[in-house]
């Protein structure tokens, strides 16, 4: 139970990065009751990344956000750490079929596959030209990408001398090309991600499918366990 | 350190970039004719790349790709430095606008944004939607996001290389990016200037398809050693 809180026993803070689950959709403490739906200007203190920071006795940050992709959580972290020193990092990666674009009018826009969400403008022109190439795309590749974005991240974190832990959150993350080894993410079992995690110990989800509360605060116990 | 001492523990010097670190119409590559055409399977020996190599005395690697993205170094990068961490890295960063896609069934390829490809096209159709779907995204982009992404791969790519205690040298091909000056802290530029704009201030030869030619890169290289081995006396 030590070597967790000694891994972030020199930080100032610890800050999490991530999608929806990081960020803490559906927990008791943030939900609107009546509505099942969360402010998303509050994040929760029930996550598993809130949960390992409170077992290290430190303040918590969070930087996820519902929706975000991949190259959302390297972008956040990327300005993070290049202007802040001194905080531990928690990284939640998510769906490889996600991706963040810019668009001139509306900004920062996550984008899924397929999705039936409709913004208007020149997001729902992304969205269209995103789901075209996605389904004429390689998905090994996507996933040898990901682990290549993950691989440069620990790196950097590394050699900038940052504690860092990272997990999967969703399981289609988890292909990992036997080529590529050596990448720091925490797998707790054979689950490979939380969310395949609570699901397969039939933990209770949702209305929107997020693991709940008890989810949550077994898997913190069984990553500081495992990394113990 | 020099320039030559920083390599000196590597077994070869490899380079990732887009044509100009490639060496299109470059002397030794050059097919003879008005057209300035190159076996694009045979990398140049005249590049800036190939002439730091040389005064270091190490064997020379290309890696680089004409008409290559940001995205397709650094993939090549990371799957080269993983299986041949002993080699010395040098860098030519290129155009924004070019992203990589790999279709299924089709392999690798980069796209610029209003490209028609259409040769490509023609042999696989796919190629064509692939390029529709790029330019209307890079489109509807604005040109700063472009410049950060790049800003971001280039902050994360030298820490990783540093962390591998692997030793590197990076400029920029061509692009607006170095004028971003804010964004170069603490970024291992080794040139203040692109080499495109560089030989271009300076007037040098560049053949029909507007890369500099044999004399640009070798007066390039030279001011990379210079400024280099300045900087660290």
């Known amino acids: ?228 | 350190m020099s320039l030559k001492d920083k390599f000196a523990g590597c077994e070869r010097i490899v380079s990732f970039g887009c044509s100009f670190t490639f060496g299109d119409e470059l002397s030794d590559i050059v097919r003879p004719g008005p057209f300035h055409d190159v076996d694009h399977k045979k990398p140049s020996n005249l590049t800036y790349a190939a002439l730091v190599a040389n005064h270091c005395e190490k064997p020379y690697l290309s890696k680089a790709i004409s008409g290559g993205s940001n995205d397709q170094i650094v993939r090549l990068l990371c799957n080269h430095i993983r299986e041949c961490p002993r080699d010395g890295i040098v860098i030519g960063w290129t155009s924004t606008i070019r992203t990589e896609y790999c279709g299924y069934e089709l392999g690798h390829q980069t796209f610029l944004t209003g490209g028609d490809y259409r040769q490509a096209v023609i042999d696989k159709p796919e190629w064509g939607i692939f390029q529709k779907a790029h330019t209307e995204i890079m489109l509807n982009t604005p040109r700063e996001h472009c410049l950060d992404t790049l800003t971001r791969n280039i902050f994360l790519v030298q820490h990783t290389l540093k962390q591998m205690n692997i030793p590197f040298v990076m400029i920029n091909a061509f692009s607006d990016f170095p004028y971003r000056k804010n964004d170069l802290v603490g970024l291992d530029f080794h040139s203040p200037q692109s080499l495109y704009e560089w030989s271009e201030s300076r007037l040098y030869a560049k053949g029909p398809y507007g890369h500099p030619l044999d004399e640009a890169h070798a007066k390039y290289a030279a001011e990379l050693i210079r400024v280099y081995d300045e900087k660290t006396a």
């Open chain 1, 1 to 228: 139970m030590r070597k967790l809180h000694d891994n972030f026993s020199k930080c100032n803070r610890i800050v999490s990065f991530g999608c929806s689950i990081t960020f803490g959709d559906e927990l008791s403490d943030i939900v609107v009751p009546g509505i099942d739906r969360v402010d998303q200007h509050k994040p929760s203190n029930l996550t598993y990344a809130a949960l390992i920071a409170k077992h290290c006795g430190k303040p918590y940050l969070c930087k996820a956000s519902s929706g975000a992709a991949n190259n959302q959580i390297e972008r956040v972290l990327v300005d993070h750490i290049r202007s802040h020193g001194g905080d531990g990092v928690i990284i939640g990666w998510t769906s490889i079929t996600r991706q963040e674009f810019h668009t001139k009018q509306m900004g920062f826009q996550s984008i899924l596959a397929g999705s039936e969400y409709r913004a208007g403008g020149d997001r729902d022109e992304i969205q269209q030209a995103y789901d075209t190439i996605l389904g004429l795309s390689e998905y090994p590749e996507m996933t040898a990408a990901f682990n290549r974005q993950v691989f440069l991240v620990q790196s950097t974190l590394k050699q900038m001398g940052i504690p860092y832990l990272m997990i999967h959150t969703f399981s289609h993350t988890n292909y990992t090309p036997a080529e590529f080894t050596g990448l720091d993410i925490i797998d707790i079992g054979k689950y490979h991600s939380f969310y395949d995690w609570a699901t397969t110990c039939s933990y209770s989800k949702g209305k929107n499918g997020h693991p709940l509360d008890a989810a949550h605060a077994d898997y913190a116990a069984k990553i500081i366990k495992v990394y113990g």
